[in-house]
C-alpha cells in the first residue's frame, strides 16, 4: 500500500490544519489507520487511530483538540487539528495497520505495516 499525507503547514497558536492520508494499493476499508508524529530529537509518538469500524483512540495530550476520521469511498484518511499548541510542532506520519478487521485500537507503531511520508507541521507562539 502507498499513503499520501498532506495538509501539514505553519499556524500561529490557536489555530487549525486538516492533515490527509490518501491510500492506494490495499482494501483500505478493512484496515485501521493511525496518525504519529515526531519532533526534532524525539521519538515517534502516537497521535490517534480509527479502526475499521470506525472506533477512535487518541493519546491524552490531543483530547478533545484532534479528530481523527477516514472516508472509505475516497480512500482516505483525515486528522483534523484545532486550538494548536507550539509542542504540537512535528513531522506528522499516517500509517496502516498490519491486519485487516482488527477492531482494537492500536497505539504502538509495530502495529503498521505501512507508512506515509510524512507531513511537516509548525505551531508557532
Known amino acids: 500500500v502507498q499513503l499520501q499525507a498532506s495538509g501539514g503547514g505553519s499556524v500561529q497558536a490557536g489555530g487549525s490544519l486538516r492533515l490527509s492520508c490518501a491510500a492506494s494499493g490495499r482494501t483500505f476499508s478493512r484496515y485501521a489507520v493511525a496518525w504519529f508524529r515526531q519532533s526534532p530529537g524525539g521519538e515517534r509518538e502516537f497521535v490517534a487511530s480509527?479502526?475499521?469500524?470506525?472506533?477512535?483512540s487518541y493519546t491524552r495530550s490531543v483530547k478533545g483538540r484532534f479528530t481523527i476520521s477516514r472516508d472509505n469511498a475516497e480512500n482516505t484518511a483525515y486528522l483534523q487539528m484545532n486550538t494548536l499548541k507550539p509542542e504540537d510542532t512535528a513531522v506528522y506520519f499516517c500509517a496502516v495497520g498490519a491486519r485487516s478487521y482488527d477492531d482494537f485500537t492500536r497505539s504502538t507503531a509495530d502495529r503498521y505495516d505501512a507508512w506515509g511520508q510524512g507531513t511537516q507541521v509548525t505551531v508557532s507562539s
Open positions: 480509527i479502526t475499521w469500524t470506525h472506533r477512535t
